[in-house]
């Protein structure tokens, strides 16, 4: 069976740090894809950072770009590591994960939530007060 688990999320105050990590098991991936989204109560879950291992690109939301960062060792673990976190961040986050993925990681950040296929976490939550 296969399994994400997310840890790492709780609360921080604005401008602190946290470091989210998704353990993957029961699967060996050739070509995946694996990310970071993010869903706050009325609103549609967002990707905000994902990985293609197929061209080894990495994709970043506008919103979390330059103060977010993803890293993964072949998809057994992801790590976002969360920097100058902001009030608007707070949310569930969640790790997914999709193989075989031979796209980018834009691609795969835009329709993952939409997409029947892949796996996802059961989500933790990050809060971040003002």
């Known amino acids: 069976e296969v399994q994400l688990v997310e840890s790492g999320g709780g609360l921080v105050q604005a401008g602190g740090s946290l470091r989210l990590s998704c353990a993957a098991s029961g699967f060996t991936f050739d070509d995946y894809a694996i990310g970071w989204f993010r869903q706050v109560p009325g609103k549609e879950r967002e990707g905000i950072s994902c990985?293609?291992?197929?061209?080894?690109?990495t994709y970043y939301a506008n919103s979390v770009k330059g103060r977010f960062t993803i890293s993964t060792d072949n998809a057994n673990t992801v790590d976002l590591q969360m920097n100058d976190l902001k009030p608007e961040d707070t949310a569930v986050y969640y790790c997914a994960a999709r193989s075989p993925w031979t796209h980018g990681s834009t691609w795969y950040c835009d329709i993952a939530t939409t997409s029947p296929n892949g796996y996802w976490g059961q989500g933790t939550q990050v809060t971040v007060s003002s």
């Open positions: 990985f293609s291992s197929s061209d080894g690109s």
